[in-house]
């Protein structure tokens, strides 16, 4: 690391050596490690791959129920998230909607559903609800 501290008007000259001292260090060395051949040309910028959600990361959750289980103990959202209720989910006293029988209910009577929380990974790409508000769409 370099020791120098930046000053105005020096920053382009920093840069500069940064940028020189980089190029050197991309030249590749033979089988044996000791001699220098020709650079090697730098790769373009490549795209990170979406990072995967890990087994008990808490998430955030939002969408429009498409389907649930007949005690509505197991939703799945418009986008294919797959919620996992419990008994010790707590839905939120401001929604419309304040149990999973209920949930059930509206769906499989037609109403448009839309759930919003908080909640945990689980490892079969399922999300654990803990906390819930469920609301009918008018």
Excluded: N, W, Y
């Amino acid at each position: 690391m370099i020791g120098i501290a930046p000053r105005r008007g020096h920053l382009r000259a920093l840069v500069l050596v940064l940028a020189c001292t980089v190029a050197v260090s991309v030249v590749a060395c033979d089988s044996s490690g000791s001699s220098p051949t020709e650079p090697q040309a730098t790769p373009g910028p490549t795209q990170s791959p979406a990072p995967t959600p890990t087994t008990g990361q808490a998430v955030e959750f939002q969408g429009r129920v498409t389907a649930t289980s007949s005690a509505g103990r197991r939703l799945e959202l418009a986008g294919g998230t797959t919620l996992i209720l419990r008994a010790d989910t707590v839905f939120d006293p401001t929604g419309d909607l304040f149990d999973a029988r209920q949930v059930a209910s509206a769906v499989a009577g037609g109403a448009r559903v839309r759930v919003e929380g908080d909640g945990v990974r689980r490892s079969d790409g399922g999300v654990r609800a803990l906390a819930i508000k469920a609301e009918v769409d008018d």
